[in-house]
């Protein structure tokens, strides 16, 4: 369990409200769209559509007055980019060497033609044809709507890690776990994969600090150009 904070239960009750009308909203108005990258994943290649993982999340809970933060795995959804059973090995190296900021072992594992800087795996061979334009446009990430209605991520906060990726975290990164997991967040449309883990975790840390209603809605009026741009996806 994470430290204690003061309580907030307007904001907090305001987010999940507007969690729950924004992402049925938009779940209902990307459905057709949705059905047509269902086909297009099929085609591509075999395998499910839906790929789900496991990651964790920080679940709310009010002590006395307080706030506390309580860690938790949950199946986290995307749409499938990658073949069928792809192994984690080269992926789980990588974010051992990101979090580590271990540059040269970072650029060791990126393809000899990744050359603008970036902090993502280029060219990755696990990754379809079609996943590729998916993960370009971000695409990918909207089955993780369901999440968001289930109560498990919310529209806006840090992005949930993965298991293999917070075994690598020293004590200060788990502050960045003091607001629920989101869709996106002050890092997406701050650089993205564009930035170093430690300057990620800074504006997680930012963000947990500041969260606000306001802050929430400029964050989600930013993604859209952020998305639209393509800066630091992949």
């Known amino acids: 369990m994470l430290g204690i904070g003061s309580t907030r239960r307007r904001y907090w009750l305001l987010k999940r409200a507007l969690d729950v009308v924004m992402a049925s909203l938009a779940a209902i108005s990307v459905t057709p769209f949705a059905a047509i990258i269902a086909v297009a994943i099929k085609l591509d290649s075999p395998g499910p559509v839906i790929y789900s993982q496991e990651r964790i999340r920080s679940t709310r809970m009010s002590v006395g007055p307080k706030t506390a933060w309580r860690l938790s795995p949950f199946r986290f959804y995307k749409f499938r980019t990658m073949i069928d059973n792809a192994p984690a090995d080269l992926h789980r190296d ?14 060791e594992l990126q393809t000899a033609e990744e050359s603008d800087g970036s902090y993502k795996l280029a060219d990755d061979p696990r990754v ?3 996943g590729r334009l998916l993960r370009k446009t971000s695409l990918d990430e909207l089955p993780q709507l369901w999440n968001v209605l289930r109560g498990d991520m919310s529209l806006v906060g840090p992005r949930p890690a993965l298991a293999y990726e917070v075994d690598n975290y020293d004590d200060s990164h ?4 003091a607001a629920p997991g989101g869709i996106t967040g002050w890092w997406q449309v701050n650089g993205r994969c564009e930035t170093s883990f430690q300057d990620m975790v800074d504006l997680d ?6 969260q ?5 809605i ?9 998305v639209v741009s393509g800066k630091g996806a992949g």
Request: hydrophobic share 50%; net charge neutral.
């Open 94 to 107: 990588y974010m051992a060497a990101y979090i580590a900021g271990d540059e040269d072992r970072v650029a």
């Open 128 to 130: 379809t044809r079609v």
């Open 174 to 177: 788990f502050a960045r776990f």
């Open 205 to 210: 840390l930012d963000y947990v600090q500041r």
């Open 212 to 216: 606000s209603t306001l802050l929430d």
């Open 218 to 226: 400029k964050i989600l009026a930013a993604t859209v150009p952020a």
